[in-house]
């Protein structure tokens, strides 16, 4: 269901105690942020917050962000981080396009693309998150041992981005289409729409992928 539009999300963001509007002053500094030297892991399109909201308790040795560009669904994120009482979670009303203007090479030790819209229209595939331009991008934010996870419920979106994955010289070193049914099932933490589609009997696709050896984060 789409959000409502609230005409004080921007304004309420902004000064919400996770979210982190002076981004680009953090930029190769997020460790001084959380003040640790823990991972950073981040999900690029955090809906509502629920997986970060779980990851980040079951996981507290881990920095975990949120990206969103919708400033409704992100609001409504960071108040469920809020709810846990976490310190280890902060949020970004981005545009993944200006991911470079946030983070610095080398910074992110992991990403997450779940759920992200497959553009199923052929006219609209370089904007698919997981197309050749977005990765060259990814690879160079990564740490040397950085990876990147992705779920997905469109069986076009999965094999079109095993395809840029192996075409850019990523390596895929974990892979199902039957996510819910694979030996990644136990571990794995759920997001809201991942819920709705598993409930209707639907597949889901995953993998885990990481940059060739050669690469040198820029």
Known sequence: ??????PKAIELLTTHSLSVADYEDQKGNWK????????????LGTGKGQFLAKASTTYPEINWIGVEKIQEPLLLAARKGEETGNENIRYLWLDIVKLQEAFAPGEIDRFYLHFSDPWPKTRHYKRRLTYRDFLEVYKT??????????????????QFSVDELQETGWNIIEQS???????????NITTEYEEKFAGL??????LRAVPDEGNTNG
């Open 1 to 6: 269901m789409r959000l409502r539009r609230n």
């Open 177 to 187: 289409s039957d996510l819910h049914h694979s030996q990644w099932a136990e571990t």
């Open 201 to 206: 009997g639907m597949p889901i696709y995953y």
């Open 141 to 158: 934010l990564l740490s040397p041992k950085g990876d990147l996870i992705l779920k997905t419920d469109s069986d076009s979106l999965y």
């Open 32 to 43: 001084e942020l959380f003040g640790n030297s823990h991972p950073i892991y981040v999900e």
